[in-house]
């Protein structure tokens, strides 16, 4: 006699598990964990509102629970009222491109455009004058009294980096995941892998490019004992005792400590924060639109997916505003 076995009903928190395992296995770290963030919180405004996710079928999963969760974020900011709501949205699209539930998206998205809130726009602002000092205090670096190679290697590096996060808009788990074999020395150019997956050329000023060859040179001997490719090695390596003599990368921490460092040592303590990592591709953006004026050419150099994105900095450079009010009103 053969005995039928019927599968168990699919329920609201296996479908969850499985969406944010989906949503790991093809976003970065932090999108994965944004969104894990988003659906717990959905999964208590679900249990609130008497959705027993344990045991309630994923297959009766009510297209209404974005009403509640859009009623619930109205005490978080704008921004991240939007991401959870992007992300409860993708659960919804997950449901029903498995044929988990039948969801009407269109009206799940006309809910969430009647409900949320409008995120303000914030121009871009950073302290152009004092990353130019910072900029100079790095330049500074190469001719610096050292204590030992490594310090040395430390300084070389570092100006090498902060000189590249200002001339190529670079983010800065960009330029921390550059190998030697990305920049191709007689183009001045590399060709990375950036946001959204998407691959592009970057483009690298002179002296960039000198910064990072007297890096390079000072770094000949333990690259060569490396017995690795030197186009497999990566651009800027870590220089402490817990390196031991292995070449690897910095890490995007790194990163942000060495710009954390260095302001701190040109501007002082209280500057850290104010200055990041993201603060030199305000600088490389605003720089591009001051010497041509050309919107496109800033979009396409910062790559911007919108060039609405490169419009926030037009006000940054349009100096004939300042020159013109003052003509209409002092005169």
């Not at 894990?36 to 919180?41: E, L, R, W």
């Not at 152009?128 to 310090?151: F, N, S, W």
């Not at 946001?195 to 690259?223: H, N, P, W």
Request: glycine content about 6%.
């Amino acid at each position: 006699m053969s005995i039928s076995i019927t599968p168990p009903v699919a329920t609201v928190q296996m479908a969850i598990s499985a969406y944010l395992n989906s949503v790991a296995m093809s976003r970065s770290e932090n999108t994965a964990r944004t969104y894990t963030n988003g659906m717990s919180i959905f999964q208590k405004v679900l249990v609130e509102n008497g959705i027993p996710i344990e045991e309630h079928p994923v297959a009766d999963f009510p297209e209404d629970a974005i009403i509640w969760l859009a009623a619930a974020l109205k005490d978080y900011a704008p921004t991240t009222e939007r991401l959870y709501l992007t992300t409860a949205t993708g659960f919804y699209e997950y449901l029903a491109g498995e044929n988990l539930a039948q969801i009407n998206l269109p009206r799940v998205r006309l809910l969430i455009h009647q409900r949320a809130r409008q995120p303000g726009v914030r121009l871009p602002q950073f302290p152009k004058d004092a990353i130019d000092q910072v900029l100079e205090y790095a330049a500074g670096l190469a001719t610096r009294p050292v204590e030992d190679e490594h310090e040395r290697l430390r300084n070389l590096r570092d100006r090498a980096f902060l000189l590249t996060l200002a001339d190529t808009g670079l983010r800065v788990h960009e330029a921390c995941g550059l190998r030697r074999g990305d920049l191709d020395w007689n183009e001045g150019r590399a060709i990375i892998v950036g946001k959204g997956d998407r691959q592009a050329v970057v483009r690298f000023s002179r002296r960039a490019q000198e910064a990072l060859r007297t890096y390079l040179a000072a770094r000949a001997a333990i690259d060569g004992a490396s017995r690795r490719p030197l186009s497999a090695l990566p651009l800027f390596a870590r220089h402490d005792r817990g390196a031991g003599k292995k070449i690897k990368p910095i890490t995007t921490t790194t990163g942000r400590n060495i710009v954390a460092g260095r302001v701190a040592e040109t501007l002082g303590p209280e500057a850290v924060g104010r200055i990041t990592p993201h603060s030199f591709r305000h600088y490389f953006v605003t720089r591009v639109l001051q010497s041509s004026g050309n919107l496109k050419l800033a979009q396409e150099l910062a790559r911007h997916r919108n060039i609405a994105v490169t419009q926030r900095y037009a006000h940054l450079s349009n100096d004939e505003l300042d020159k013109g009010y003052w003509e209409v009103f002092e005169e």
